[in-house]
């Protein structure tokens, strides 16, 4: 398979979708009412920001 299909293969951007869910998530927790929400949503949000990063430079490369 060349790189051109790689990086067009679907898994990339099914990834990329969950990760900007996973993002998304983090970011509307922090408008929750518990001890520790903004740490949570730092820790979800960061997640969701690495997952998003590591889909789009498996797609570049």
Not at 30 to 50: M, P, Q, T, W, Y
């Amino acid at each position: 398979m060349n790189s051109m299909q790689e990086a067009n293969s679907e898994r990339h951007y099914i990834f990329l979708v969950i990760a900007i869910v996973i993002g998304l998530a983090g970011v509307y927790l922090r408008f929750a009412d518990f001890k520790h929400a903004s740490a949570v949503a730092n820790l979800i949000l960061a997640i969701g920001a690495g997952m998003g990063l590591k889909a789009i430079f498996t797609i570049i490369k």
